[in-house]
């Protein structure tokens, strides 16, 4: 369903209202035009003010209280971009339009108004205030989603540790990890904590793929190792467990690769296990 236009027409002509609502009687009764009108700039100004949709203006430039040329200054001050005026005038002011399209004017008609040229200035104004008002959606989507992205990736950073040293009274091994997404955020991970006092279990991670996707299974993957590897000891079964929990039956799925290992601080000796798997998630 089009979204119906609204035109507010400022002239002082007694019989210019009759004479636009007859020309455009079609439009008006299908809801494509609606008609506003005022008699001088000053009126105009408060149309202006109550109604926020306001599509276009077309605006004679002689007219009692507040001509045409102050009322482009009155609404350039407004910084209403959405907002498009058409100045309409005699041949013989052609000084004045040319001050008006300095002012902000984006078009003008002359007068005696040909319908047939009003009319295709209307359609031309309009298309170009839509396509104004369609950029503006789509900056304001993007900066949303620049937004959420931003967020993402500060949420992505505080799960990983970025504070060291981790266990400063242990000096049996030194620990240092950071991650450096390609995108704002991605699917490399890592993680470690003791499994006990003589254990520390690691893992490094990376899903295949960037951006939002791989975060969210990233996030999966290094929840699920750290909650599975804190009760199970042994690297190769807590991958089989993890692997059997992330494999439920669907056809969405990506490429997750972990080294994990589980180092002994007295002998030295590491075991590990190297972890290549499909996920798929419901």
């Not at 009126?43 to 002689?62: G, Y």
């Not at 001050?99 to 295709?120: C, H, Q, S």
């Not at 993007?142 to 970025?162: F, S, V």
């Not at 254990?199 to 991670?205: K, P, V």
Request: glycine residues 4%; negative net charge.
């Amino acid at each position: 369903m089009n979204t119906i236009q609204k035109i507010l027409v400022v002239d002082d002509e007694p019989d210019l209202q009759m004479l636009m609502l007859q020309k455009f009687r079609s439009k008006v009764r299908n809801k494509e035009y609606e008609f506003l009108f005022a008699e001088d700039g000053s009126e105009a100004l408060e149309t202006v003010a109550k109604h926020d949709d306001l599509s276009l203006i077309l605006s004679d430039i002689n007219m009692p209280k507040m001509d045409g040329l102050t009322l482009l200054n009155e609404l350039q001050q407004l910084n209403r971009a959405d907002l498009k005026t058409v100045m309409v005038s005699a041949y013989g002011d052609m000084e004045n339009i040319r001050t008006a399209m300095n002012r902000g004017a984006y078009d003008f008609v002359t007068k005696p108004i040909d319908f047939k040229d009003l009319e295709m200035t209307i359609d031309k104004s309009l298309k170009e205030i839509q396509h104004h008002l369609k950029i503006r959606e789509m900056q304001e989507q993007l900066e949303t989603l620049n937004y959420d992205l931003d967020m993402a990736a500060r949420i992505q950073q505080k799960i990983l540790h970025q504070e060291f040293p981790v266990f400063p009274d242990d000096n049996r091994f030194g620990i240092f990890a950071n991650m450096i997404a390609a995108k704002q955020v991605g699917g490399d991970f890592y993680d470690f904590f003791k499994f006990d006092d003589d254990h520390l279990a690691f893992f490094i991670g990376d899903v295949a793929g960037k951006g939002m996707p791989a975060a969210i299974y990233m996030a999966v993957c290094r929840t699920m190792l750290k909650a599975i590897g804190s009760e199970v000891f042994d690297p190769a079964e807590c991958l089989f467990k993890v692997n059997n929990m992330l494999i439920p039956e669907s056809d969405i799925s990506t490429f997750v690769t972990v080294f994990y290992g589980v180092l002994n601080l007295k002998t030295g000796v590491l075991s590990y296990c190297k972890w290549d798997t499909k996920l798929l998630f419901l």
